[in-house]
T-cell receptor
């Protein structure tokens, strides 16, 4: 089972350019999440989706957009990248129905904006 | 505001026991998670507590006191592979996870 895959693994991007980070899960999980992780800070939620067709804003949504056209895919788009968006981005998913709402994480995308 | 506090770094000796503390103040509480994250890798789930008390899972145990807003992760018989960051996260009233900055655990032989 692949679980969650993310692409690309890493990327260097010029400021002002746009980019889409891809995330795909094969666990048929309802909920998906995008986090950024910066040194000295906890994981911060960017956007989430509780089910296909719906999305919501997390703690740090500015400069990012998402879509959830189907259950498996949850791409994150940076419309015009800025250096402060340099970070490691993790996609995660969870069953989101009941009980322990454990989140499963993808391997991450390391993004550098110059 | 919402806040999760845990020590930045701890050092322990191989074969010993270490306790990593986490205190929290959140809007609502639906459970507390501990994750392990090795350098350069994704976080992986370790434990979940929603009721007060101790949950044991092999060498790892997690404790929760909701009245004190406090949890700890106890690691026994430490191995070199336990060198990692340990992340505390609380599920708030909106069922979103609020994350601590993580505790980097260094194991010395």
């Amino acid at each position: 089972t692949a679980g969650i895959t993310q692409a690309p693994t890493s990327q260097i991007l010029a400021a002002g350019r746009s980019m889409t980070l891809r995330c795909t899960q094969d666990m048929r999980h309802n909920a998906m999440y995008w986090y950024r992780q910066d040194l000295g800070l906890g994981l911060r939620l960017i956007h989430y989706s509780n089910t296909a067709g719906t999305t919501g804003k997390g703690e740090v949504p500015d400069g990012y957009s998402v879509s959830r056209a189907n259950t498996d895919d949850f791409p994150l788009t940076l419309a015009s990248a800025v250096p402060s968006q340099t970070s490691v981005y993790f996609c995660a998913s969870s069953d989101g129905t009941s009980g322990v709402n454990e989140q499963f994480f993808g391997p991450g995308t390391r993004l550098t904006v110059l | 505001g919402q806040n999760i506090d845990q020590p930045t770094e701890m050092t322990a000796t191989e074969g010993a026991i270490v306790q990593i503390n986490c205190t929290y103040q959140t809007s609502g509480f639906n459970g507390l998670f501990w994750y392990q994250q090795h350098a350069g890798e994704a976080p992986t789930f370790l434990s979940y507590n929603v009721l007060d008390g101790l949950e044991e899972k092999g060498r790892f145990s997690s404790f929760l006191s909701r009245s004190k807003g406090y949890s700890y992760l106890l690691l026994k018989e430490l191995q070199m592979k336990d060198s990692a960051s340990y992340l505390c996260a609380v599920e708030d009233s909106n069922y979103q996870l609020i994350w601590g900055a993580g505790t980097k655990l260094i194991i010395k032989p």
